[in-house]
């Protein structure tokens, strides 16, 4: 087989001639444009390119990448990207859909395309409302939350995706905010090159029915204080002086301002490939805490679902040698009639 | 092994036989053996499992018992037998349960010795009661009492050996296969051969395939000269077509079918499923297939599995799942979204007793207007019906054939009475077997449009993800003809909706006519796995002077081409189903045709007594 050279892509290369029907303002713009660019780079021809989504607003995506795709049924999509894994491993399959798709109908199959690790990216886009049935609550709104089927407040304990995605076994969980383009793009591409499933939150605003949700999290002057970006064998440091750090407190931790008592290095390293930490950083809420952005957790050891389908399949064929379809019909137990 | 007594023999052309006993007793092995030996000796046979659903329900309960009847016949014989001509009970539950289905005058082989008061509490017989002293019931059968237990550790235990006493008990049920053997001449060597390699080559056991050999043989010598019975019979070759066969099971010929479906179509297959009684051993079957290029995948629930199916059909693959009735009640909404993807999609559902969870191992035709009409909208998909346990083959691969065709799913109906009864099946030559024509898109000059339709078939193009140039979106949104792009157009829904329905209606064109056979102005007009029964029902009327003509239906949506001609014929339609008239009520809307049905409703095969007494009654019955 020769090498053909990859054609050169440029985000424009991946746009559809269809119109973009977000509310305008919608967060999930800044994603597709980040996607776009993702997608130009990644080195992956335009073919070979899947978008798969379920139901809701960001479930609308696969109609905007010039690629091929499928908006399917809601909650289902981590299915479908199943099967068009298992069918062809090669295919570079994205899934975009938001939190009541993913977690909420859909729950159990994003559960269980983490676990099994099957080779897709699964960008999550969680704007903590129903958008497309016009402003329900989600399952990660917060408790109390006031919308049209819940006007004394919502009872439920909201879910915290990136809990779910490593307690289920997920192998590249990160997380990101809508705005900040550059960050999504290395992220994604990150996830993208990662062997088995990539999980990323995004914070995502829905500027109609949860307008400023995250603004906490994502405007310039909150950021530095509010997140903290999380690096390999780095301190965890945040502020916009980055003056402030989280450091281990027994089982758990606390947030410490650096200078007379405390340094960087009484602060706690952040190592991708430790789960427990990641899980300890998972819980880490504002507005007591800084809320982490960027890989919690990665395990490059973990091969895909997909890849070892496939290693099955050919030790089957090399122990059976080639198929008899002839000798399998017959059997084994025959006889004869004159 | 020595020759049949023929001084004592006698001949019969029909024999049904049920073996019957605790679920632990291993009965479902037992028939099967037996059925290999009569299908040796050249009979005809048909059987049927009657398993409970509980694993291993307490010992010596009624909810416990597993049954399994085989009829085997120098004649062409299409089902199981009504009321069986010998039985074997291991238990007093099991001959409390299945004693209705011996006929009068039968003969039952007991294990005595279970016959014990705890078990006769364990299974609901008064205290005091030994249903084997009864006055009616030795009036009416002819009871054969067999110490078996007793005799089988006589048979089985020497001082030297080190065997255990559970080991020896467990060969019980080849004890009363050596009795059964005896009583009906065949042989047991093929049996003790295959005894010997399961146990002595595949589990490597040797002591144990040891102990089941010598307890057939000491069944088989016990039955020779206890003098327990009035004769030995013996039931001549059938005179079947020539060729080679082998035994079948109807999911095992859905596994072959699917196999060869996509060998012919020179295709991977993804057959993704969650398990689910009776349809689980498709997916056993078709997981040890991965050289033949068939991928399998337990799915974490029903909707994940048609959800896997359509992503592998979408990206090229034969995408294939298999489920029961509430199965597929769970797969409507994502079959819905195959109909409206227009992708080729495999639903493979062998029915089972409903509502709910119903009885998982009870058969019955009852989800046919589900499979017609359980989705949103107008949702039409492709429906076929298998007929016996070997035309699950070919069904398997018509299924395979017009969903790529048509690009529309098809839901194929089996029944669990299907799925797990088996016959034998002359094997088929597959270099006789046609390929299946698959087209896919390819680039050319004009723009792509994925929902530009063929017109002979009205299909759309089916575009493989990985082709440069024909990058698309689908999705269950309305599509704008031609273009695919989502569309809310009024005019288009309703010329899309049409499409959708015309190209399954093309598929006529492609399907074999229904055939009658017979003459008379009756027709018996069937559908799935009552095809046996029918016909046997048929004959028996004939005898009776009663002239009826039958055909069936494989093909329901579409209909083959000449049905309205066929029903048009008969001034009398007459259908059998095992609901409560589903396929009736479709005929006679579409075609405002009278059809008088017989319904059955208790989760088991027509008997063909009664069948062809409710045809009589029909028939003679002259106003309608």
Redesign the interface.
Known sequence: MTDVALPTYKAKDFA?D?DVRWCPGCGDYAVLTAMKKMAADLGV????F???SG?GCAARF??Y?????????HG?????????K???P??EVFLISGDGDLLSIGG??T??ALRRNIDINIVLLNNKIYGLTKGQYSPTSEVGKVTKSTPHGSLDEPINPITIALASGGTFVARTIDVDVKGLNALITRGARHTGTSFIEVYQDCNVFNHQTWFYATQKDTRPENTIVLEHEKPLVFGAEKDKGIRRNGDSVEVVTLGEEFTEADLLVHDETNLAQAFLLSQLYHPEFPEPMGVFYVDDSRPSYNDQ?HS??DE??KK????D??K????S?????? | MPEPKTDKTTRLSNVSVRFCGDSGDGMQLTGSHFT?AV??A?NDFATAPDFPAEIRAPRGTTFGVSGYQVQFSSNEIHTPGDLVNAMVAMNPAGFKTNLEYVEPGGIVIVNDDEFNKSNFKKCGYEEGYNPLDDEVINAQYKICRVPMSRLTRESLVDEESDISIKDVDRCRNMFALGIISWLYSREIDSTIE?LQNYFGKVKNKPEIAALNEKAIRAGYYFGETAELFPSQYDVA?AK????????ISGNEAIV?GL??AA?KANK?L?Y?SYPITPASDVLHGLAR?????I?T?Q???E???V???????????I?VTGTSGPGLALKG??I??AVM?ELPLIVVNVQRAGPSTGMPTKTEQSDLLQTMFGRSGECPVIVIAASSPGNCFQMAIEAVRLSMRAMCPVIFLSEGGLGNAAEPWL????SNIPDIEVKHAVVTDEEFLPYLRDEKTGARPWAI?????????????EKQDGTG??SYDHENHALMTRYRAEKIQKLQDVIPDLEVEGSGDTLILGWGGTKGTILTAATMLRERGIEVATAHLHYINPFPKNIGDVLNQYKKIIMPEMNTGQLRMLLRSQFLVDIQGIQNLCGRSFFVEELADCIEAIVKGGAK
């Open positions: 559809t269809q021809k335009r073919e070979d899947m978008f798969v139901i696969p109609y990448m010039n690629t091929y795709g499928a908006h399917t049924i289902r999509s981590p299915a479908f990207a199943t099967g068009v298992i069918a062809n090669d295919l159990n199959h559960m269980h389908l099955q399949v089957v064929v059976h040698g080639e198929a379809l002839q399998l019909i017959t059997g137990n025959t006889w004869s009639v004159a | 290999d299908a040796l050249g295959r070759p079947l077509k020539a060729g080679k066969y082998r035994r072959l196999t060869t060998t991977s993804v993704a297939l991965k050289q033949f290029g991928r995948f799915a974490e629930d909707i994940a599995a959800m896997v199916a359509i992503g592998a059909s979408f990206t090229g693959d995408g909404e994502a819905g979204l993807m094997i088929p030559d597959i993800p990985g082709t440069p140039g024909l990058e698309h979106r689908v999705g269950g949104l792009d989502v």
